[in-house]
């Protein structure tokens, strides 16, 4: 990816109109943009100092970060749970352009975005410059691999859409195979898949994959839950350390009783074509590999014009979520570290946080448009964490405040949990009455139609 500074101020587009430019169509940038879009929308699209609300997204379509994983399994249909951004953006008032930024002149005020290219290498849309008054920069993170041997050749990751649903294809087709094969553990219809990284990603995709076996011997694959094998690797002592002690615990005991082989304190030294090499000699044997470990921002970051990144890439920002160097450049989710003066680490790259500091720009912002007010500075609340196994159990910790801080629970009172967070961003999306029908019509095709993907 080009990551050039550019130095020569290009020509600025024309006409007085003022511009926001949100790159990024993740859970911060997406809300973002359909808040704003409606404020301009209430406003008035001539009334004075209103920019132009424009978001910019190499995908066609969004979804819900914390749902990929089902995706990627097939437990859940992508076409059902995602959101255009052409119709989101007609609906909500805002202007998409689909594009990939390369790089900024900060000088000018011009986002360059690279050319898009089809998977035949055929040009679809040439490089452009867009103009902007206030930039905001939303572009999220992917997995990190540290630099492992292998793990770009032979790895699947699921950082977006299109990679879990090419990952979801791949196991489908595996599937079938094992299915055609008729076999039974160590010939050809045994499929094994191993995922690196005992995070939540990594520890829900395993109950999925669970989950998915079994459902598809239900629907007549006799035996094809004992023909599937999967491994969970995490490098450190135990799994989702981010979370209490209890939960870790009982997560582990749960994959393990589902028949979830899982590995702790056990690093990969490479990724070859049939599995993981492991730091003490020995090799863990995979048809398919995922890589859920580490987060880091894109890597163009690091070449933006000259602004401030740390070692994983992600943008250095005040509490007012301003980049360090520059006020007209904001940075919000996983691609930005705010690190507190009382702390001595930054925020965490989840999308609570990416959703808190959205909604604080949605808050602030728009003063900040219209008259030059100042944007305080953000402050996090730590809401807890879940972690949801799927149809099999879920896990939460309440967070650092309030009455019950620090209370773990589980059981259907976490899976209802789970839930509401997904609901909740829908109907911030797409208004409450309309939200409340997408929940409906998910409630109706859990009912009607197959519970995995089939096709």
């Given amino acids: 990816m080009n990551t050039t500074k550019f130095d020569s101020p290009p020509d600025l587009r024309a006409g007085p109109q003022r511009s926001l430019l949100i790159v990024g169509g993740g859970i911060a940038g997406l809300e973002l943009a359909t808040a704003l879009g409606r404020w301009r929308r209430r406003l008035g699209a001539r009334a004075a100092n209103v920019p132009d609300i424009t978001l910019v997204d190499r995908d066609f379509a969004h979804v819900w970060k914390p749902m990929l994983h089902t995706i990627a399994a097939g437990t859940r249909d992508i076409h059902q749970q995602q959101t255009s951004y052409i119709a989101q953006a007609r609906a909500a008032g805002f202007r998409y352009e689909p594009g990939e930024l390369c790089g900024v002149h900060r000088g000018s005020r011009i986002a360059h975005l690279a050319a898009m290219h089809a998977e035949d290498g055929r040009l679809l849309i040439p490089a452009r410059r867009l103009h902007y008054d206030t930039l905001i920069v939303a572009v999220g993170s992917r997995a990190n691999d540290f630099g492992t041997p292998g793990v770009a050749a032979h790895c699947h990751t699921i950082d977006s859409r299109q990679q879990a649903d090419a990952f979801g294809q791949e196991v489908r087709l595996r599937l079938l195979q094992c299915m055609a094969h008729g076999g039974v553990p160590g010939v050809p219809g045994t499929l094994s898949i191993a ?57 582990q005991a749960r994959l393990e009783a589902l028949g979830v082989r899982v590995r702790t304190a056990t690093r990969v030294a490479a990724a070859t074509t049939n599995g993981f090499l492991l730091a003490d000699g020995s090799e863990v044997g995979a048809s ?168």
């Avoid at 839950?225 to 939960?247: M, N, W, Y």
């Avoid at 070692?311 to 160097?325: I, M």
């Fill in 195 to 251: 995922i690196v990284g005992g995070g939540a990603t990594g520890v829900e995709l395993a109950a999925e994959l669970t989950g998915l076996a079994a459902s598809a011997e239900a629907y007549g694959a006799h035996g094809l839950a004992t023909r599937v094998r999967i491994t969970l690797i995490e490098s450190a002592p135990r799994l989702l350390a981010a979370f209490p002690q209890d939960i870790s615990s009982g997560v």
């Fill in 288 to 455: 398919l590999r995922v890589w859920a470990a580490g987060v880091k921002a894109p890597d163009f970051l690091a070449g933006l014009d000259g602004l401030e990144t740390n070692r994983s890439h992600q943008l250095l920002v005040r509490p007012s979520l301003q980049t360090t160097l520059d006020d007209h450049i904001y940075a919000v989710g996983d691609c930005c570290s705010l690190v507190y003066a009382s702390a001595d680490r930054p925020l965490p790259p989840t999308a609570q946080v990416a959703h808190q500091q959205a909604q604080h720009l949605i808050r602030h912002l728009p003063a900040a448009l219209l008259s030059g007010a100042t944007v305080p500075d953000f402050r996090h609340t730590d809401m807890g964490a879940l972690v949801s196994l799927g149809d099999y159990d879920a896990f939460g910790a309440l967070g650092k405040t309030g009455l019950f801080k620090g209370v773990t629970f589980k059981g259907r009172l976490a899976q209802y949990s789970h839930e509401w967070l997904y609901r909740s961003h829908q109907a911030r999306l797409h208004g409450f009455w309309r939200g409340s029908l997408l929940w409906f019509v998910d409630m109706l095709n859990s009912r009607l139609r197959a519970t995995i993907r089939l096709d």
